[in-house]
């Protein structure tokens, strides 16, 4: 399994459990990318205290976070993760997501013959390059496991084979259920922060219309520091021109006094912030995806996202400031969270994680899931059932 980043590691978490304990799997966990760097917190530090082993570690970031960094850093990662393969012999190499440094995992493994199972395929997020990396690795890949019915229906509109493609939901539902929850008191007194009305902010590059960064987050930070409401911020990933993000959000954080900015919350704190803060506003996946779990008010700014599924929780906005202030009005009003009390989240019901396991411990290992018919959809007039019910969540 690759770890490239906080964003894959909280939905791998229960995953990785699963494996860890099942005594017919042996699990060896490869973290890469943001994890080892010191800029984004060091996270592979969460590996450790959750006592979950690491067979290797990859370096493949550069310091600069320019395009023409993050294009070397793709080779260079397909060159050490094509070492760290070959020597650790895997029977087969999970990957999550939509990241650089995944597909930089995934076009390393092809050559060395390793089937790639791949999870989180089939989405949709136009205002980022993850889109088309995305679709890359589940071309590249040979077991897809999926968070909704639509998503099913879209890998296989790319030529998987039906059969090889899960309809699971997303383990994330899986952690978030069964992870202890921290008391609104102790959050507050751990990040010293006041949450009654407070805004958690997570604002990432639009890697597609990275030359307006500086300009957009200027304008969101401007919106925001017109409400009175604390303001919690997390770092964004490690995308072309985050270093822009990352001065200004330092900036702002020392002139405000409501504003309290942090490198990496963990997953527990991350979600327990969810659990009790008014409303989210940005443009990260975790607005689309661990929000609708809460229930959670998210004002989902510009195109990042643009896509997705979308639950009764999201209110999208263009990247204008009066547009995001209304969304932000609307977002924090009590009759837009009570109309959200009967949500359903349409990502499963929490066992995605013991159906992957399922899954993998019976797909054949002799060289068979390497070889990949593309699948043509049935012409007009002959219809197939390719799209199962959404689990309740």
């Known amino acids: 399994m690759v770890s490239v980043g906080r964003s894959d590691y909280g939905i791998y978490y229960p995953l990785l459990r699963a494996i860890e ?34 067979r290797d570690r990859v370096q493949m970031l550069l310091s600069a976070n320019s395009s023409e960094a993050v294009a070397t850093s793709i ?20 990957l999550l997501g939509d990241r650089f440094e995944m597909l930089a995992a995934a076009v390393a493994a092809v050559p060395l ?33 999926v968070a909704a019915p639509a998503y099913k229906q879209r890998v296989i509109q790319m030529g998987e084979q039906p059969g ?37 902010i997570t604002y990432h590059p639009v890697t597609l ?11 969101l930070l401007d919106v925001l520091e017109k409400f009175d409401n604390e303001l919690i911020f997390t770092y964004p990933n490690a995308d072309m021109d985050s270093a822009v993000i990352i001065d200004q959000l330092n900036a702002f954080a020392k002139r405000v006094s409501r504003a309290h900015l942090f490198v990496n919350l963990g997953r527990f704190r991350y979600h327990a912030l969810q659990r009790y803060v008014a409303a989210m506003v940005g443009n990260s996946s975790s607005g689309i995806l661990e929000a609708s ?3 959670l008010p998210v004002v989902n700014v510009g195109s990042r996202q643009k896509g997705r599924l979308r639950t009764p929780n999201i209110i999208d906005t263009l990247e204008e400031a009066k547009a995001i202030e209304t969304a932000i009005k609307r977002a924090i009003s009590p009759d837009f969270r009570n109309s959200l009390t009967q949500m359903v989240n349409p990502y499963g ?45």
């Not at 993760?81 to 999970?94: H, K, M, T």
């Open 21 to 54: 304990d099942d005594p017919e799997s042996e699990l060896s966990v490869v973290v890469s990318g943001a994890h080892l760097s010191g800029l984004y917190g060091n996270t592979v530090k969460e590996f450790e205290a959750d006592r979950i082993p690491i």
């Open 75 to 94: 080779g260079v990662g397909v060159i050490n993760f094509a070492n760290s393969f070959a020597r650790l012999q895997a029977d087969i190499i999970i």
């Open 113 to 145: 013959g390793i089937p790639i199972a791949h999870l989180h395929g089939g989405e949709v997020t136009e205002g980022a390059m993850d889109d088309s990396i995305r679709h890359a690795i589940t071309k590249l890949s040979h077991i897809h496991f």
């Open 164 to 200: 090889r493609v899960f309809l699971t939901g997303s383990p994330i539902v899986d952690a978030i259920l069964a992870e202890p929850a921290i008391s609104k008191d102790e959050i507050e007194r751990e990040l010293r922060v006041q949450l009654d009305g407070a805004l958690l």
């Open 209 to 219: 219309e990275k030359e307006q960064t500086k300009e957009r987050i200027a304008m």
């Open 293 to 295: 779990i809460f229930r």
């Open 349 to 393: 019901k929490g066992d995605a994680s013991r159906q992957i396991l399922k899954v993998l411990k019976t797909v054949p290992l002799d060289g068979s899931l390497q070889k990949k018919a593309f699948y043509d959809l049935p012409q007009a007039g002959q219809p197939v059932d390719i799209v199962e019910k959404a689990q309740p969540g």
